[in-house]
């Protein structure tokens, strides 16, 4: 097979019609041959045959080519999908218990509560009950998770 390409190839006009410079014979204004020169004009375009066995051996090879490419791109996007749903579903776990500690203990607070009560049923000296913060450590791995889970999401879905 590849013999009769090659064979095809060498007979074919192909080979100049696509080259940069043809030779042509230059013709004077009188209509007769003077001299053949290079012609730097741009090439001709090849005339493409249906029945052309180049054309045919090229298209089934590039469809081929394009096929396995195609292919081997679905398995590695579905690994990819597969991976970054998986990522983004032990992330939002560590979401949420991180979170709680971003929320003040109410059983704390309800003590506290409590305590000043008694302390005021007692006519005792109460003490203020103290604003309620958030760790830092816990907002920095709680902006990390939720930045994490933004960026997995983005590329999934991007």
């Known amino acids: ?26 013709t004077d204004p009188d209509g007769g041959q003077t001299e053949t020169h290079r012609d730097h004009r741009e090439p001709r ?4 045959d249906d029945n052309d066995l180049l054309w045919e051996t090229y298209v089934q090879e590039a469809r081929k080519y394009d096929d396995e490419l195609l292919d081997s791109w679905n398995e590695s996007l579905s690994s990819l999908l597969l991976f970054a749903a998986l990522f983004s579903a032990i992330n939002t776990a560590f979401i949420i218990e991180i979170q709680k500690k971003l929320q003040p203990d109410e059983a704390k607070k309800t003590n506290d509560l409590l305590q000043s009560i008694m302390d005021q049923l007692k006519n005792a000296e109460t003490k203020p009950i103290t604003e309620w913060k958030a760790n830092a450590s816990a907002l920095w791995l709680n902006s990390i998770f939720f930045t994490s889970l933004s960026f997995s999401l983005i590329a999934s879905f991007g």
Request: aromatic share 0%; proline share 10%; net charge neutral.
């Open 1 to 26: 097979m590849n013999d009769k390409i090659d064979q095809h190839v060498r007979n074919s006009s192909l080979i100049t019609t696509l080259s940069p410079c043809v030779n042509q014979p230059n």
């Open 45 to 48: 375009q090849p005339t493409i």
